[in-house]
Nanobody, 124 residues
């Protein structure tokens, strides 16, 4: 599975961005897809995950209510809509995938496939 993340940029606090992750190489609809992020000097942390059907999602407490994960299986793509961004959201954002039969997960080591990161910078 190859994953390609895009959509990062510089935004002011309170603003919005939408990240995109395009997948190829395996039946996309069978994959659990997630977003992680890694801020400067920090460990990579879970942000959100979505089931293959799109019917189940999980969010970290720090983004719940501000970020929305979604997917379009017909386009082999997932999205992360980020609203009301805060300076502490500044990080490199990564998309990740794991086989769908394994279920949702929020730990880095649970994911087999990773894309390159896309940088999000939120200014105060």
């Amino acid at each position: 599975v190859q994953l390609q993340a895009s959509g990062g940029g510089l935004v002011q606090a309170g603003g919005s961005l939408r990240l995109t992750c395009a997948a190829s190489g395996r039946t996309f609809s069978s994959l659990i897809m997630a977003w992680f992020r890694q801020g400067p000097g920090k460990e990579r942390e879970f942000v959100a995950v979505i089931a293959w059907s799109g019917g189940s999602t999980l969010y970290s407490e720090s983004v719940k209510g501000r970020f929305t994960i979604s997917r379009e299986n017909a386009k082999n793509t997932i999205y992360l809509q980020m609203d009301n961004l805060k300076p502490e959201d500044t990080a490199e954002y990564y998309c990740a995938a794991r086989p769908g039969y394994l279920g949702l997960a929020s730990t880095r080591n649970d994911y087999n496939y990773w894309g390159q990161g896309t940088q999000v910078t939120v200014s105060s």
